[in-house]
């Protein structure tokens, strides 16, 4: 079963200075971290901020060959993780065809904002992502980076907003 998420935040890693994307379970207080690169997070943070870019980027142009196309993007599932890599699936709808493209997790969020559709985690991902995900080697144990972002308040996400 899939957990419906919404971006609860984008934000900087203080230990490491790397991109996360926060995602909230809807129905629930469960948090799950990503961490992205510089640039996937910038494509994600100027569409979450609504900045207008001179040319269409990637994900733009993408969005726009899917409706040219005839066709809808319907869902992005964050469906595995393995070593510490997410993996995710873009559902795209084309008349009566359904199809499943594999994605990047920050591709297919950057590509579900601006296509407005939902965004899932499979249920054993976000289960799994609660024990394993652990950021830079460096970095703070899951159980404390976990505390830390279900503690987070909106006054917290804007200090360390990107």
Not at 16 to 35: E, F, G, H
């Amino acid at each position: 079963m899939d957990v419906e998420v919404r971006i609860r935040g984008l934000m900087m890693d203080p230990a490491s200075n790397m991109p996360i994307i926060v995602l909230k379970d809807i129905a629930s207080d469960t948090v799950m971290p990503i961490w992205v690169g510089i640039f996937e997070a910038n494509a994600i943070a100027i569409e979450i901020e609504k900045m207008a870019t001179p040319r269409p980027m990637t994900h733009d142009l993408t969005r726009n060959l899917i409706r040219h196309l005839n066709g809808q993007l319907e869902r992005v599932v964050i469906t595995d993780i393995k070593d510490e890599t997410f993996f995710a699936v873009l559902w795209l709808r084309q008349g009566e065809d359904s199809l499943a493209i594999d994605a990047r997790p920050s591709d297919a969020i950057a590509l579900a904002l601006r296509a407005d559709c939902p965004i899932y985690v499979a249920e054993h991902v976000m289960q799994s992502a609660k024990l394993n995900t652990t950021g830079p080697p460096e970095g703070p144990t899951a159980e404390q980076l976990r505390g830390w972002l279900e503690g987070l308040n909106d006054e917290d996400l804007g200090r360390y907003k990107m």
